[in-house]
């Protein structure tokens, strides 16, 4: 391999390797992630029989680890307790592991 060749992939590869970390950046702004509340509201009330609600907005990062942030979060309790919210949360901060993420086994 000649030093022209290698010098050429080596920036083909860099610039490559810049794309993807540009859209990774890009990814949370392009996507809103607040228009799947109902989608999660709807996914708990399925799984537990009780409501859950998310005042404020949920927020994305990517970089440098995937974290999620939920804030204004209720999770009511079952008709008849004496308490009427379960859980009543300010913020909540979801990190996954990446690894855990790229192989669906959160």
């Not at 029989?49 to 970089?63: A, K, Y």
């Not at 009511?76 to 996954?96: H, Y």
Request: hydrophobic share 50%.
């Amino acid at each position: 391999m000649t030093p022209t060749t290698r010098k050429r992939l080596l920036i083909g590869g860099g610039g490559i390797v810049a794309l993807l970390v540009a859209a990774v950046v890009a990814a949370p702004a392009l996507i809103d992630i607040n228009s799947y509340k109902p989608l999660i509201v709807s996914q708990v009330k399925t799984a537990t029989v009780r409501d859950l609600v998310i005042d404020g907005p949920i927020s994305l990062s990517l970089l440098p680890t995937p974290t999620v942030s939920v804030t204004g979060v209720k999770f009511f309790n079952a008709a008849g307790s004496k308490n009427a919210n379960m859980v009543e949360v300010k913020s909540v901060t979801v990190k996954p592991s990446l690894l855990a993420l790229l192989t669906g086994s959160i």
